[in-house]
């Protein structure tokens, strides 16, 4: 049963008519609890990770890992995290500056890309693991269950750099496959994920 | 008939009752191209909305595939109900580079941006045609309806080149007037936009 007030569908068939509401859908929020790793596997716990939206939104909220310098990485899968290792080719801008205001700049970071390659994308700098070191950000997944085209993401994290710098990186790429992407896992390059929580948003 | 609850009007009149917590991204407009040469959207036709009821208003390209291999994706805006798409722009290009070569940049791409043209802004630079190749990004236009400042946009797009690159591509300026933007038209510099959709939302406001 439909709700229509003056003529307007408000609700029908258990969802919000188009133009009412947020497009901005919460999915699942996952809380590292010194993890090896966070996945969200399409039809698993509640994941929604298809074509329902055209686009996908991870937020990462005080990331924190549980040994020091090591760098946030994630990695993508075609076959519902049975293997994490999608080909990528990807770019890698780094912008920083010293707490002492020794140095700062922007640049190109070669070492922290892929081209082609198979395994975990680095999306973040060497991220400290002193009490208040973390990192924050985003990864936006676009049309991950496409099986035409490459899927395209973009990723923006900032983070402290083993208690000296701020380190935003500037991430973007594609998975270089149009098989469809139903699982995305984030790791860190050793060492548990100590603390923090990652959400997944559907845009509608 | 109203919804009311505890006291306070949930739905009224056709509308959510001011008082409903909703979202603050609000999807107004999709449009999908099928060898299209443009896509516009135009505010009062068709649903579109882009005047002062949202505080900006977000573009997201999702899977923009050219007809024609090698082509940036541009944009440009209009006022009132002119045609002509040839606003004057100043803006900025950067995009960071990496080809499935291992080849790697970070530049500033002179052929990118704009100062005081008034031709259509590059969002991307070099898509490629082949079958599995698109682009994918959001153009954010804050406060177009505005009549006392200029109409300052931001974009990031990321797309495949031509040449098997991933490109990061940074996009920023402003529409140097200060009348009120009414219509925005996306298009590819040459050949026709093969597939992808626009969606246009409303933020805030």
Do not use: W
């Not at chain 1, 140095?103 to 994308?121: C, E, F, I, P, R």
């Not at chain 2, 599995?132 to 300052?152: E, R």
């Amino acid at each position: 049963m439909g709700l229509i007030s003056a003529a307007s569908t408000i609700f029908d068939a258990g969802a919000m008519a188009a133009g009412f509401g947020g497009s901005m859908t919460f999915i699942k929020k996952l809380t590292a609890s010194s993890s090896a790793t966070l996945s969200f596997v399409d039809g698993s716990g509640g994941v929604v990770l298809d074509d329902t939206y055209k686009e996908y939104v991870f937020t990462f909220k005080n990331i924190h890992p549980q040994t020091g310098t090591k760098l946030f990485e994630v990695n993508m899968s075609i076959d519902t995290g049975s293997n994490y290792n999608v080909a990528k080719t990807t770019t890698n801008a780094e912008i920083y500056h010293a707490e002492n205001g020794s140095a700062a700049g922007l640049g190109y970071v070669s070492g922290k890309d892929l081209a082609n390659g198979t395994g975990k994308l680095k999306i973040s700098s060497e991220i400290g693991a002193e009490n208040d070191e973390c990192c924050n950000g985003f990864l936006r997944l676009f049309n991950p269950s496409s099986t035409t085209f490459v899927k395209h993401f973009i990723s923006d994290v900032q983070g402290n750099y083993n208690a000296t710098f701020s380190i935003n990186h500037k991430i973007a790429g594609y998975c270089n496959s149009t098989s469809a992407v139903d699982a995305v896992q984030f790791t860190f390059t050793s060492g548990n994920i100590d603390a923090g929580d990652i959400c997944l948003y559907g845009i509608a | 008939m109203a919804v009311v609850s505890n006291g306070t009007t949930i739905i009224d009149a056709g509308a959510l009752g001011s008082g409903v917590a909703t979202g603050k991204m609000i999807l107004i407009k999709t449009l999908t191209a099928s060898s299209s040469s443009t896509l516009s959207f135009l505010n009062g036709a068709d649903s579109v909305v882009f005047d002062d009821t949202y505080n900006s208003y977000a573009f997201k390209f999702i899977d923009i595939h050219p007809a024609t291999d090698d082509q940036a994706f541009t944009f440009q805006v209009d006022t009132g109900t002119n045609t002509s798409f040839n606003q004057t722009i100043t803006s900025s290009f950067f995009n960071a580079q990496h080809s499935e070569g291992g080849t790697s940049y970070l530049m500033v791409r002179n052929s990118g941006d704009q100062g005081q043209g008034t031709g259509f802004q590059r969002l991307t630079e070099g898509s490629g045609a082949d079958n599995d190749q698109s682009c994918c990004g959001t153009l954010t236009i804050h406060t177009p309806a505005d009549t006392t400042f200029v109409k300052h946009f931001i974009s990031q797009t990321h797309n495949a080149h031509s040449g098997d690159y991933a490109m990061n591509n940074f996009i920023a300026g402003y529409v140097n007037t200060t009348t009120a933007l009414t219509r925005v038209r996306f298009k590819f510099e040459s050949g026709a936009i093969a597939s992808g959709v626009i969606k246009l939302y409303g933020i805030g406001g």
